[in-house]
């Protein structure tokens, strides 16, 4: 009896310190949400943020920064060459100041100081005279541009001279003009931001008509045809994978999918993975992995792509290693250590990427500027063993 009694009030012990069901459900879920909290983390790293960017309700990127976009990247984003964008960067920035005179402002409050800033440009949208003075006798002006100096020192508006050129009185659309110069001082001493002014004059020096030359303004003109400036920097993060390529080979194109995914890849894709019911296993190969952008939560600041393949490597490294498993001769070397047995404890070679390509984000930043940015090693372009 005394035996039933020690072991009933253990049982009843053992039951009393086992936590309930419902309390092991939210420690799952509690455990659960930090690891995806700290995956998310660890991918905005990747991609150079400590926090995804505030979303701001849709907004319209710039065409020009579609147009980039499409230039240098395919539908999923990969690269199509790493030597068209010049530096990795590429940020627009919209005119604060909103004046109705021909004056601008930028805030690049946004920009690091460590980037190295590459090129300026100032880009302005060209109107079409007013009907009533389209038969002016002036068919070119001289459009100058001038970053505003500081005047507190006297009373006279100063002035350096950044950009200079002629554009015909009849043309309509965008007009560039290189202000590097100014944003490099900007950059170095942000108090010197004082704006850029915009001077028309005919080709004999005089002051021309602004109802004549027009550009369009963020107060009085459509979004598309804001004064906009465009940033093209550098963070010197560029990889040796990429510095190693050689721009003129072609076997660079050749390892990237011939249709590339705009979308998250089939189910059927799983039908590639070796079968691990009859223990066989297929070589060394690359297979997909789609990232999903909107699955992540981050559709809402992200403008392309979507997502894209990463693909990853998977596959066995048998002896012997063919050439189509692009061994290395170290891997070579270790297969066959292997494969006779010479040395315990000599695994065989491992199925990794050996080639890995950049792809290309276009993303609004917490200032509501549109950026462009490459990011390095993000796809696997082929697999090999090492």
Request: charged share 20%; aromatic share 8%.
């Amino acid at each position: 009896m005394l035996l039933f009694v020690i072991s009933f009030a253990a049982l009843v012990c053992t039951i009393a310190a086992r936590p309930p069901l419902g309390y092991l459900e939210n420690q799952f879920t509690a455990e659960s949400g930090e690891v995806r909290s700290a995956a998310i983390k660890r991918l905005l790293e990747v991609f150079g943020m400590d926090d995804p960017p505030a979303m701001h309700g849709h907004k319209q990127p710039p065409q020009y920064m579609l147009d980039l976009y499409n230039t240098v990247a395919d539908v999923d984003g990969v690269t199509k060459d790493p030597y068209l964008l010049e530096g990795n960067t590429v940020r627009s920035f919209f005119d604060k100041l909103r004046s109705e005179q021909v004056e601008f402002r930028f805030n690049l409050s946004t920009v690091a100081r460590t980037e190295k800033i590459l090129t300026a440009e100032l880009h302005l949208f060209k109107l079409r005279p007013q009907a009533t003075l389209t038969f002016n006798r002036h068919h070119f002006c001289q459009v100058s541009v001038y970053q505003l100096l500081d005047t507190s020192k006297n009373n006279t508006q100063e002035k350096k001279l950044l950009s200079s050129r002629l554009i015909p009185v009849h043309s309509t659309g965008w007009e560039v003009f290189t202000i590097t110069q100014a944003v490099r001082s900007w950059m170095s001493d942000e108090r010197s931001n004082l704006g850029l002014h915009v001077v028309v004059r005919t080709l004999g020096g005089s002051q021309m008509d602004l109802k004549l030359i027009r550009f369009a303004t963020g107060r009085n003109h459509h979004q598309s045809k804001q004064p906009m400036l465009v940033l093209f920097t550098d963070d010197g993060s560029r990889s040796t994978t990429l510095e190693n390529l050689d721009p003129n080979d072609t076997e660079v194109s050749s390892d990237l999918p011939s249709a590339p995914m705009s979308g998250p890849p089939p189910r059927i894709a799983r039908s590639l993975d070796y079968s691990e019911e009859d223990g066989a296993s297929s070589p060394c190969q690359r297979q997909p992995l789609y990232v999903d952008f909107e699955e992540i939560g981050w559709s809402g600041w992200i403008v392309s792509p979507r997502g894209y393949n990463a693909y990853h490597c998977k596959g066995s490294c048998p002896f012997p290693l063919g050439q189509n498993m692009r061994p290395t001769n170290h891997a070579t070397v270790q297969s066959i250590i292997n494969a006779l047995k010479l040395i315990k404890g000599i695994d065989t070679p491992c199925c990794v990427p050996d080639k890995l390509f950049s792809i290309n984000l276009l993303y609004f930043d917490d200032a509501e500027n549109v950026v462009l940015k490459q990011y390095n090693d993000m796809v696997a372009g082929s697999c090999g063993c090492h």
